[in-house]
């Protein structure tokens, strides 16, 4: 057994990673929903137009700052524990605490399929790790 | 969901999985890279393979943007979690990489996982928006 000195970093570096990204996906995902179909106003303003409206989103900026936070966590994860560790636990992770801010922030309706679906692929990911 | 909805949802999958394995390829073929020489990565940038690579996760991006415009979080998620079991597979075939029994086992749950998804539907209605009726209401009720 690990040491706590030692398993209580890892743990900390895990969810720091888990809470950026998710955060940074909650935020981009709440940004593309105030925006509306980006089909539809691609249509209407071209490409430029439909990057312009997602480029000035205040969420999608604060969205993307999370993400960087996460990736330079994943990053000084990387640093100080194995790949094989810190990848697929992160990965899994941040897909049931999708889930779950999606459900309280995006009252997103994450019935039973979702949540196995969910959990499903946080299992098959963390397999990934073997 | 129309055919190019999932046209856009084919293309988060695929360009995750190439762009990570057009870098992975890009970066083994480098020597080792030291964080105490970190312009070395800078120049790994114009490797042809690291730069296919990187074009491919901005279309990754753009298409995961344009999926969440119109698909839950909690949709587009699982349902392109499919790029594992086709990075896993060109990790195999074009890598060599030892893939083991678990990791096939991961990818059959993987793979469950986006069959139960993507059997439900891909966007909840918000209880307050009802565009279509608002023009109408008004017109009654003014």
New interface residues.
């Given amino acids: 057994m690990m040491p706590r000195s030692a398993l209580l970093p890892t743990v900390e570096m895990i969810g720091a990673i888990v809470l950026t990204a998710t955060a940074g996906?909650?935020l981009?995902?709440s940004a593309?929903?105030q925006?509306?179909?980006?089909?539809r106003i691609r249509e209407k303003r071209g490409i430029p137009g439909a990057a312009l409206a997602?480029v000035t989103n205040g969420r999608f900026g604060l969205g993307v700052f999370f993400l960087a936070l996460s990736f330079f966590s994943l990053l000084y994860g990387l640093n100080h524990r194995d790949l094989s560790l810190i990848g697929p636990a992160a990965a899994s992770l941040t897909?049931v605490s999708?889930?779950l801010a999606?459900?309280i922030f995006?009252?997103?309706?994450?019935?039973r399929?979702?949540w196995?679906?969910?959990?499903?692929?946080c299992?098959?990911?963390?397999?990934?790790a073997? | 969901m129309t055919f190019r909805r999932y046209l856009v949802l084919a293309v988060v999958t695929l360009t995750a999985a190439f762009g990570d394995a057009f870098l992975s390829r890009g970066m083994k073929a480098l020597p080792a890279v030291s964080l105490s020489h970190p312009v070395a990565l800078i120049h790994a940038l114009f490797s042809p393979w690291i730069a296919a690579g990187i074009l491919l996760l901005i279309g990754f991006f753009a298409s995961y943007l344009t999926a969440l415009s119109f698909a839950d979080l909690t949709y587009v998620l699982p349902a392109t979690s499919l790029g594992y079991v086709i990075m896993t597979i060109l990790a195999r075939c074009w890598l060599h990489e030892h893939v083991s029994p678990l990791r096939w086992l991961g990818l059959v749950f993987i793979t469950a996982g986006v069959g139960f998804v993507a059997r439900g539907p891909s966007w909840t209605e918000e209880e307050t928006s009802v565009p279509a009726l608002a023009p109408a209401m008004e017109e009654v009720t003014s």
């Fill in positions: 996906d909650i981009m995902a593309m929903r925006i509306g179909d980006l089909d997602v897909f999708n889930a999606a459900k995006l009252k997103e309706n994450v019935d399929r979702r196995t679906a969910a959990l499903f692929v299992l098959g990911v963390a397999l990934l073997f």
